[in-house]
């Protein structure tokens, strides 16, 4: 009994649905990043531009962005899901011309 050496097979590692602690911190991370970013956003929309200019924040954008940047969004969903139908369309156009198909 000696000579026998049981080995143990060998199991492959396998997906686990468990996020890695890494994915935790940089999540958090982010949020963290976010909300101060949206922070410094709302600061600059609302208070009054000679106040910013009384602290010494002389460079920023003009207010006209603050409402036009965020209405981008809206935008551009419209025109992928504008450009999406388009395009199904032409792709449909000439599915019937053909008997076999419609048979």
Known sequence: MDG?????????????PNPHPARG??????FVCSSIAFAFYLIWAIVPTP???AL?????P???????IPLLFPFGVFVYVTTIFAI?????HGVF???EVIA
Do not use: H, R
């Open 25 to 30: 911190i940089y999540g958090f991370a982010l």
């Open 4 to 16: 026998f050496v049981v080995e143990e097979p060998s199991l492959e590692p396998y997906a686990t």
């Open 51 to 53: 106040w910013l200019n």
């Open 88 to 92: 199904n369309l032409i792709n449909f």
């Open 97 to 99: 011309d053909s008997v």
């Open 56 to 60: 010494q924040i002389t460079y920023v």
């Open 62 to 68: 003009a207010k006209y962005w603050a409402i036009a």
